[in-house]
């Protein structure tokens, strides 16, 4: 089965204005650097990819790597969703429930998603726990610009407890899921598995 369903209209996260120029050229640069990745790692191993032979395949020097990706780790972790998802929630309505704000975003950056690349990262993320050791800090990141455009939205801060946590519940909801759904082979429909991890945010677990 696919993981993900792809029937979907045009989305906000696919109707963003081109990128300039420059942002294009850096785009297909962190991209030759995240596909020369995968590709070594799927030869040799993850913990014998090194940052030299990474720079080698992608034709760049290492400290554009390093300028790109501040870790190994960070290059299977990090994506382009981050701006994508504080545009589509800015463009919520306002009276929009957070959560259900949240439900949109984060199913449109999936469904934006290539989903091979998809296996690929989730894979290493169940398999590498160096690559599981980073993820905090990277969803810290992701966290932090969410939590920001849904606290100026509702005229908070974005430090209020309250918009962290329900950032927080829905991102490690995500994380859960797409762990599940490494873990199980990539079995099932990733959309779906992450509606229904939202639904019992929802409606709470009843067991």
């Not at 640069?29 to 995240?34: D, K, P, S, V």
């Not at 160096?130 to 849904?150: G, N």
Request: glycine share 4%; net charge negative; with cysteine.
């Amino acid at each position: 089965m696919a993981a993900t369903s792809r029937t979907s209209p045009p989305t906000p996260v696919e109707a963003q204005p081109r990128p300039g120029l420059r942002e294009r050229k850096k785009l297909k640069t962190r991209m030759a650097i995240r596909r020369s990745t995968y590709r070594l790692i799927a030869e040799q191993g993850y913990d014998a990819t090194t940052i030299e032979q990474i720079a080698e395949a992608a034709e760049v020097s290492p400290s554009t790597v390093f300028r790109y990706f501040a870790t190994k780790e960070d290059i299977v972790l990090t994506d382009e969703y981050d701006p994508l998802m504080e545009a589509a929630i800015r463009n919520r309505p306002a009276d929009e429930p957070p959560l259900r704000s949240l439900r949109f975003v984060v199913t449109e950056a999936l469904l934006a998603a290539e989903e091979e690349e998809l296996r690929r990262r989730t894979r290493l993320m169940v398999e590498v726990p160096a690559i599981r050791a980073r993820i905090s800090e990277t969803m810290s990141d992701t966290a932090k610009v969410l939590a920001r455009v849904l606290a100026d939205r509702g005229g908070r801060s974005a430090d209020d407890l309250e918009v962290r946590v329900c950032v927080a519940a829905v991102l490690g909801a995500l994380l859960e899921v797409r762990l599940h759904w490494g873990e199980h082979g990539h079995e099932g429909d990733l959309i779906a598995m992450v509606d229904q991890a939202l639904d019992t945010l929802e409606g709470g677990l009843t067991l």
